[in-house]
């Protein structure tokens, strides 16, 4: 029983991590091998040679072309087998299976599923990653938990009181009020605490900002967008300066921005970004709120690993859901949605390329 | 196929070492979180919080309640769920499972079976362990065994020949006679070697309280009491004092004190003590018995790991038993009979408590 | 299904490894505890006590016989249990089971199958590594694959292109034609190179030897002797000087000798050397040689770990041959009907030894 879809655009790298040279990754538990190619774009082939399966990643790259480093058979980007040794005539059938492959929003994005069905359009929403209106930076976590765990807690801020007490742990967020709602692909999930103190991160910001701390209204906006990916549009503005109908002018706002996807059933890398709409050309700044980030998500994912073990040691449990919950459950609802479709149509992902 | 009874108290830890704090230890298959309540009692919970079964021991103890560190959900020490974050409702079904637990002998007992069976009056006889006419201490080895093999090897002192040559192994131990006795619960093996020269741990001994040296009678009565509690009744007299006959007024007496808590089928706790009825006051005395009592566990632990995997290995491996074997054929036949019982009574362990 | 036939010889150690020690080895699954006797010949045995299955290596040698560590039953080289303690009767039944061994080329060769078929002659011919008129040496490696992968990688020298570029690595030799040929028990793969540059470590030794370069012709014979021994004839001489027809005094000329034990199915000790027939008595030229084989052989090994990974993971992969297969398809369908020999034979190797 697959837990992820297979027809969906999964971010593979950050686009500055493949260079013109062997990258292997494995992305829905398919080993992959990517370069870019001379001219810009990526290839994405099977890691596994046709003919003794050594890994293509361990051979080498001469132009656009992956030389296996066992045998010297020589693949091009396309995935055919183009020389073999000692031999002139090459078996047609020699070929590795390819990936579709593009780059956008600052990720590398692969579809590990149906060819055919790899529409561009379909590529998540980040684009605060390279809006010039927006600034930040992030990093790739690899976490050993199935990715829904990653979705679930994202999908519910309620955790940040008990796991991240220290940094932007609030006990008010985990009473006040939220709405969820959703559509076809996407659940949402918005709150909005009103006439607080504000948390020391948020105070900071406001005190950069503004040069002044005071009550705030303080809100959370979780947008999910099946299967994998989660912006959370947050931020604190001077309370009753009318944030919660609109004017965000006298506030301060961030997009967390998340995609995850899974490498094995119960591994995954985490790929996420902070960006902001002030003090945008402040490195410094970026710097300091991706480390910090990066503080606070280490702290989720220990939680998460323990949850991965002690869930695969009750296999049969019966969960149930707490009002918490209504963000996750809409996330899984969607990602089932997606699978029971894989399943009713009569797609046969092909596991090797034809020639 | 268990190996363990459930409905048994077994050992979970030193009294010393359960505090207000939680504590996790796995025992018989089944992981649990204990601490010392306000009132100085015992609690043992699961340790999986019902709604996404998150360690609890991860979380934190406020008074006798338990946060979980995930969602923050809050359980009183009798496994009641009695707060939900962003909830006015608590569904009565929040609970985790509780275990009977009380404090004897200077240990904590746990019951991990049926709760209405755990009759204190079942708790095993270390009494030794805190009578004021005996002074010793011990320490807890974790072995990666099966429980069995650690019984089997108490049960069995002819090994201290060859495992442990250096130090109290004695050539005429493995030859000398011994009986083998059992009631319903017990099994006991007594063995008297009359008019030997010391082992040197022995003579040692003898000195100390005498101040002379000389030939001995040496008795070693070896009780198992089911599931897993041996006491080793252990000593020598000056040989013809009449010691054989129950006057062992001039000689040295020990007791080896052991029980030993599975944790899973290949890994267990084991607890022990070594106590004797001389020097009382001598604390020097205490931890040089203590410490040399572990560097010989040590040996025996090394080889039960290694006859553990030796095992695993031939699963099907049909094993034969000499004279040596008649004490543990003993103690094994008890625990069959107690797995026997609990397979035939229709009692079914609860998983998880009702509200 | 079962990779390796166990009725034949296997080198369980270099000679020079097997003292009047205990000396453990796992060979085709099988443990085994291995010593010299006092009379210089090979004793082999079954690796478990036969009464609780203590691994004998841990025990003790006294004279010829072995002393289980754990409760000291002695069983004497034949593996007859000669002692138990506290006992006058021995189980006659009590025997643990015993190899065929002996020593030939250097090795210790052990038949883990069927005694009675143990025939001496059978012995795979490594002469050359005490021949006199060769001088050399080897080591041994441990691989985790199966041993015939290591196989495959001898039978195709092509490899040596893609893997062993920084040395021994020679585009000609990836494209140069050779030819197969079988026997019932062996298959050859021969290859001339005739008039080329040679590579630089043949360069080296013609240097050494005649103190002058020029073009040559290299020779690789490739000799399998099922089920895991290769012989490699590999040299050059001078172009033109007759070696492809028989006369190589004008050049320079080398065996590896190879046999490859498996452990279990994933692993296998590999042992090797390297010999050569020109200034025999230079022992910095034989270490010379045989630590720069052996970093050679590295390589190949972390070829073929990753290859054993990779095949793991694709257990319904069907796999093609190619032109360079030619000479591992042979080995692999000798090694083949060796195991459907022993299948329809009526043979049932004896797990214990009786009495």
Redesign the interface.
Known sequence: MRSFPLNAWYAAAWDADITHALFPRTICDQ?MVMFRRTDGTIAALED?C??????LS??RLEGDEV??????LVYNSQGHCIH????ETI?P??CVRTFPALVRHRFVWIWPGDPALADPDKVPDLHWNHDPAWAGDGKTIFARCNYRLVL?NLM?L??E???HGSSIGHREV?????ETTHGNRTATVTRWIEGIHPPPFWDGQMKRKFGKSGLVDRWQIIRFEAPSTITIDVGVAFAGTGAPQGDRSQGVNGFVLNTITPETEGTCHYFWAFVRNYHLTEQSLTTELREGVFRIFGEDEA?LE??QI??A??PD?T??N???DSGSMWARRLIDKMLQEEKSSATVIPIRQTA
Chains 1, 2, 3 share one sequence.
Not at 67 to 72: D, I, K, M, Q
Request: hydrophobic fraction near 40%; charge should be neutral; aromatic fraction near 16%.
């Open positions: 080993k596994a046709w003919h003794r399966l050594y890994p361990r051979g030389v296996c480093g066992y045998h010297g073999m040794p000692s031999q078996n059938a020699a679930d519910d309620t955790h009181t008990f796991v985990a009473e006040a009020p939220f939680v323990a949850q002690a869930m040691e009750r449990y969960f149930y707490i009002n918490i």
